[in-house]
């Protein structure tokens, strides 16, 4: 999966079909049937897939778009108003606010998830018995961090003289919960993500199982010491797990909805000062609060606009940092 | 004599290094341990208190649930939310398996074109699809209905486990389905003899993760549901903390990790499955 672009079935080259043609003129005509037989069959498999394209997700992008230029309440047929959705959205200060809150999520949590993600593999990757054990239990915050419930429990421990801020006020920090402060909240929902960081290590953690122990005895010969080992041997011969991680972490990222639906509180304000107001809260207020479509629809694909340039340009970064070993597939 | 010091240096790293590790696990733990330990609290000390778990532990959080939730009893939601995962496990492993052994299998034409497009909507915001998806099976009048729910797991929008399977069924070894296919085999055959049985592992992995993805899902129930004895464990939790929270933290604290607890089952029975097709997701073949 690392190699997106690379990952295409192989083109297989030869058709076993060819075995059974009987000489070398009947083959084409042979070979044309089977062609045929594969082409119904692939179209067979694929029925479900490819209507799933065309009604869910293909139709609905260009509807979507369609939409973004237009005021429709799901009611009223759709009005064009031209770019008028994008020009209240740059003048909306709620907007403005959920891209801020939104950017400060991203740029700050994916980093933080990653490095703790990438220090607690460095700690495993040692042959030692019970490793399966600590993998595993790093590993579960992943699968229960998006549910309704843990954002419930986050409100709690974040929330005026709870753990978090009983634990500050002992190293004599101000007091203080962080969900009734409209500075502190978003840190408290970065901290969430980070608290997934199992998923990203899990990965991390098989990418440096890959590494080739002779690469590190080798160094050891030579006299590198740990740190110019890791950055010399281990951080190239991770890199394209390390791209792997960042690319699907900052995607997530921008999408990340119920933990701050939750942690917002009433409704889909999420306040104090919409200070955990992030983009997919907005749209969702938006969309569905407020009856605004149109304008829902116009933020989605900005959404979509961004997400798809920071993907393009993490590939073309990747030039750049990403070490891929010759002749990997 | 240096035998013996190598060892005793060797297992005090072994003690340093399980030490750091636990000390690790202990941080992201306490929220799953608060939780528990919570639950078993009177409702005035939950959030004050530092004691993990409390001396004399009470059960009134959880005889409080037995009253349910807006006079909807809990074990509703539970059957809803059941109902759409175990829907959505049949939906993504019939439909994304067919897919995948198309991707995997078949040499049909265009088929690099079709994929480079999968892999495409692997990326793709989910958001861009809510309105129009919304506008859509309103039309149809199936707001309040779970159509929009399991409708795309039966027409394998799960780009993700298509690619899971897809991965698997081409490192199988070709011998097999080509021994199969002079046989006079088809691929209907094929698949479902030979691929499906020995694609155990990545089935496994999908419908777990396709169970637990369902069961946490907040967005889907939220839009499409607006009937409370429709509603999901999530939704019922949801409508718990904005009528009681206040009047009764207990009940909510113990109804979050009532709602966690199949999560949870799910992961103790298959950690493995669960940490293996996360590992391989990451790597090539």
């Known amino acids: ?329 | 004599m240096s035998v013996l010091t190598a060892y005793r240096r060797k297992s005090a790293g072994s003690l340093a290094w399980h030490i750091g590790s636990l000390a690790v696990l202990a941080v992201v733990l306490y929220p799953v341990l608060w939780v528990i330990g919570g639950s078993l609290k009177p409702s005035s000390e939950i959030v004050g208190s530092l004691d993990l778990f409390p001396a004399s532990p009470i059960t009134k959080n959880y005889t409080r649930l037995t009253e349910g939730i807006a006079d909807i009893p809990i074990s509703t939601f539970f059957v809803n939310s059941l109902f759409l995962a175990v829907g959505s496990v049949i939906g993504v492993l019939i439909s994304c398996s067919l897919a995948a052994y198309a991707f995997a299998k078949i040499r049909f034409a265009g088929r690099n074109a079709l994929f480079a497009v999968m892999i495409g909507t692997l990326l793709l915001p989910y958001h861009v699809l809510l309105i129009p998806q919304y506008v859509l099976f309103q039309k149809l009048d199936l707001i309040n209905t779970y159509t929009p729910l399991l409708l795309g797991k039966y027409l394998a929008t799960d780009a993700f486990f298509v690619f899971l399977m897809m991965q698997f069924m081409r490192n199988l070894p070709r011998e097999l389905d080509e021994a199969a296919r002079l046989d006079g085999c088809g691929h209907l055959r094929i698949y479902w003899s030979i691929v499906l049985p020995l694609c155990r592992p990545a089935l496994i992995t999908s419908a777990i993760f396709t169970f637990i993805n369902s069961w946490n899902d907040f967005l889907g129930p939220l839009i499409y549901l607006n009937e409370p004895d429709k509603y999901t464990v999530a939704l019922g939790l949801k409508m718990f903390v904005d009528q009681d929270a206040v009047a009764d933290y207990g009940g909510m604290i113990a109804m979050s990790l009532v709602a966690l607890l199949p999560v949870l089952a799910f992961f103790m029975a298959f950690q493995r499955y669960l940490v293996d097709g996360m590992a391989t997701s990451g790597l090539k073949g």
Not at chain 1, 223 to 230: D, I, L, M, S, V
Request: proline share 5%.
């Open chain 1, 1 to 329: 999966m690392t190699h997106i672009q690379d990952a295409a079935p192989e083109r297989l080259v030869k058709s076993s079909g060819a075995q059974d043609g009987p000489g070398p003129l009947a083959v084409p005509a042979a070979l044309k049937r089977r062609g045929r037989r594969e082409n119904l069959a692939g179209l067979l498999f694929l029925s479900p897939w490819v209507v799933g394209l065309l009604l869910l997700t293909a139709g609905p992008m260009l509807a979507s778009l369609y939409l973004a230029f237009t005021d429709y309440n799901l009611f009223d047929t759709p009005k064009w108003i031209g770019l008028q959705n994008f020009t209240d959205m740059f003048g909306d200060p709620r907007w403005q606010k959920s891209v801020r809150v939104t950017l400060q999520y991203v740029v700050i949590g994916t980093p933080l998830k990653l490095l703790l993600a990438l220090g607690v593999a460095l700690l495993l990757n040692q042959n030692r018995r019970g490793q399966a054990f600590y993998r595993a239990a790093f590993y579960a915050p992943s699968l229960i961090g998006a549910s309704v419930s843990i954002a419930i429990v986050w409100r709690s421990l974040f929330s005026d003289d709870a753990v978090v801020d009983r634990a500050q006020q002992l190293f004599g920090m101000e007091a203080g919960g962080w969900i009734s402060n409209p500075d502190m909240k978003i840190y408290s929902l970065v901290l969430l993500t980070v608290w997934q960081f199992g998923a990203p290590m899990v990965i991390f953690l098989a990418g440096l199982k890959q590494v080739p122990n002779e690469l590190y005895e080798a160094a050891e010969v030579d006299g590198a010491g740990t740190w110019r080992r890791f950055w010399n041997i281990t951080l190239p011969m991770i890199s394209p797990v390390l791209f792997f991680n960042l690319l699907l972490e900052t995607i997530h990222s921008f999408q990340v909805f119920g933990s701050a639906y939750i942690l917002g509180g009433q409704g889909s304000s999420c306040g104090p000062a919409d200070s955990v107001l992030v983009y997919t809260c907005y749209l969702y207020d938006q969309g569905f609060a407020n009856g605004r479509m149109g304008f829902a629809s116009a933020m989605a694909w900005l959404l979509l606009i961004t997400v798809g340039l920071v993907t393009a340009v993490l590939f073309w970064s990747q030039k750049r940092w990403v070490h891929y070993e010759e002749g990997a597939r």
